[in-house]
């Protein structure tokens, strides 16, 4: 059974910065693309961001362009998100998955295996 756990979240103030850390046990951490979705009170879960198998591709939803760095370290077996100038808008439940089954790394559906979340909560 895999198992994946984020960790990270926090309140921070406007312009501020977290890390977000995702680590998975139960299967090859390098075998999938992994990402980071988010989803606020009443919205739909979106893709944040997602990083090929090896970490030479990576892709970004365009609010958080520039802001968000996506990054694995496949020794350690972990997944990471930078976020800086955090902004209010940024506020939600942040979940890590893997796992991919096929399709567009950004859709939430394409995943199997996904953790609990971490929140982020970004006061202005």
């Known amino acids: 059974q895999v198992q994946v756990m984020e960790s990270g979240g926090g309140l921070v103030q406007a312009g501020g910065s977290l890390r977000l850390s995702c680590t998975v046990a139960?299967?090859?951490?390098?075998?999938?693309?992994m990402a980071w979705f988010r989803q606020a009170p009443g919205k739909e879960r979106e893709g944040v961001s997602c990083i090929s198998r090896s970490g030479g591709e990576s892709y970004y939803l365009d609010s958080v362009k520039g802001r968000f760095t996506i990054s694995r370290d496949n020794a350690k077996r972990t997944l990471y998100l930078q976020m800086n100038n955090l902004k209010p808008e940024d506020t939600a439940m942040y979940y890590c998955a893997t796992d991919l089954r096929g399709g567009r790394c950004m859709k939430p559906d394409v995943f199997n295996s996904w953790g609990q979340g971490t929140q982020v909560t970004v006061s202005s």
């Open positions: 139960g299967m090859r951490f390098d075998r999938s693309w």
